[in-house]
């Protein structure tokens, strides 16, 4: 766990943008120790992006991200919360577009090939970036915070008007495997009624009901239905885990969103490395000191979505 790790060899799939709607071919690739996640355009000569904050240029219903020369890399967050989930600190992605193929519209996809390409164990000691004190961003009903906890832990809560999907609220623990059993599979979504002013402004373009649960007025449209009870606020957290992971480290802390979306996810960690007080690397055997065996936690229970969100984040039901 303390050390840093990387994919095993190479793997290729192929797979169409969503908001694009072009088809692109996509490499992931071992990287040495210390690299981070690096995107590398393939289609322009000499283009690395390296994922990190500061790189995020657009926030529209995706992270985009883009070096100095202007060259850009869409919807990198499911396949960062591929990597977050199961421990992967190095690795160099290879694409022919602007965009990362949406596949089923969740990190699953990723998660396969990761798993496909296999992940060692590298020298290096990893980071971990533990939270020391509360930090918040709000903006209008909506609000993401950072929390000192003793594990990575992630809260959300979810409110649209929608009969379908009016409030949903999650809240878990995220290991390895509670990425890969319980949240990974969860997939975008978005509204029938809005998909026609998507499109006319250049997103969704690549969106059908192969990759994303789409709601009509009162139904779901998908015919196999949901893969989880509260699959949309768990895709939300797969959001997240992937905003987060543009840290370019682990955290050790609890992320809580409230209606949060990209934006202002990038806002929190924009927020958070300008307060240095906020934060501390811890590596190496050091680690042990602030992150909980699992033996030694509490069980969490799963409470309702109020029940779970409304009291940990000071809101009024």
Request: charged share 25%; glycine share 8%.
């Amino acid at each position: 766990m303390i050390f840093q790790r990387t994919l095993k060899n190479t793997i290729r799939c192929t797979g169409i943008g969503l908001h694009s709607g072009k088809k692109v071919y996509l490499s992931l690739r071992p990287a040495p120790a210390n690299t981070g996640i690096v995107f590398h355009r393939t289609d322009m000569k000499g283009a690395l992006v390296p994922a990190t904050v500061q790189t995020v240029v657009d926030t529209r219903l995706c992270s985009s991200i883009a070096n100095r020369e202007g060259v850009r890399v869409s919807t990198v967050e499911h396949l960062l919360a591929a990597f977050a989930g199961l421990g992967v600190n190095n690795a160099y992605v290879d694409l022919d577009g602007p965009e990362i193929p949406i596949m089923d519209g969740s990190a699953a996809p990723f998660v396969f090939l990761i798993q496909c390409a296999g992940v060692v164990q590298q020298k290096s000691y990893k980071r971990w970036l533990r939270i020391k004190k509360p930090i918040s961003v709000t903006q209008g009903n909506k609000k993401a915070s950072f929390e000192p906890c003793d594990r990575f832990r992630v809260s959300f809560l979810i409110d649209f008007d929608h009969p379908l999907l009016s409030e949903q609220g999650e809240e878990m623990d995220i290991t390895e495997t509670t990425f890969i059993k319980d949240i990974s599979r969860a997939r975008t979504f978005g509204f029938l009624k809005e998909v026609e002013q998507l499109r006319s402004n250049g997103l969704a373009r690549g969106g059908s009901l192969d990759n994303a649960i789409v709601m009509g007025d009162f139904r779901i449209l998908n015919e196999g239905g949901l893969r989880y009870e509260k699959e949309f606020v768990r895709h939300k957290m797969i959001d997240a885990i992937g905003d987060l992971y543009l840290l370019g480290h682990p955290i050790i802390g609890h992320f809580k969103g409230v209606r949060s979306g990209h934006a202002l996810n990038n806002m929190l960690l924009r927020k958070l490395m300008a307060h240095a007080n906020a934060w501390e690397f811890v590596e190496g055997e050091r680690v042990a000191q602030f992150l909980q065996p699992d033996a030694e936690r509490q069980p969490v229970e799963r409470p309702t979505p109020m029940e779970a969100l409304t009291p940990a984040m000071g809101l009024s039901a």
